[in-house]
């Protein structure tokens, strides 16, 4: 009982590990080869926005949400800005998960958008901890 009672200490330190896993795989992983992809695939990205009953300007919605993945996961990882990024982050979640699930593919591969959707909003309120450039 007592190790737990000192891991709990380390809140600030469980904060950062998780702040650098999601900052790497959204800006690396998800974000950066959207973003590369230029605007054919803004077009295709934005165009499940059709999926909420947005159809005008896909190619804007396709270059917020990539953003939003690339450039969110650079300021979760640094913990810049760290809230505004989070709120993004929700917002591209839920659109993803909607969409996944509309299209047929089903709750279990929509839980995946989900899943990441309620860890960003947890964090939303948690905060960066004090290993962050907005902690500082």
């Not at 590369?36 to 005008?56: D, L, R, Y």
């Not at 804007?60 to 939003?68: E, N, R, V, Y």
Request: aromatic share 12%.
């Amino acid at each position: 009982m007592a190790l737990l009672e000192r891991l709990g200490k380390f809140k600030d330190l469980g904060l950062l590990i998780i702040r650098i896993g999601l900052g790497l795989c959204f800006s690396l992983i998800h974000g950066l080869p959207k973003i590369m992809g230029g605007v054919a695939m803004w077009t295709k990205i934005g165009g499940a926005m059709g999926s909420v009953g947005i159809n005008f300007f896909p190619a804007f919605w396709g270059f917020m949400a990539s953003g939003s993945e690339a450039l969110g996961g650079i300021l979760v990882l640094s913990g810049l800005f760290f809230r505004p990024a989070c709120i993004f982050l929700v917002f591209t979640m839920v659109v993803a998960s909607v969409v996944t699930y509309t299209q047929g593919d089903g709750f279990s591969d929509a839980s995946h958008a989900i899943e990441l959707g309620v860890v960003f909003l947890g964090l939303l309120f948690v905060g960066p901890g004090r290993y962050s450039i907005d902690g500082k």
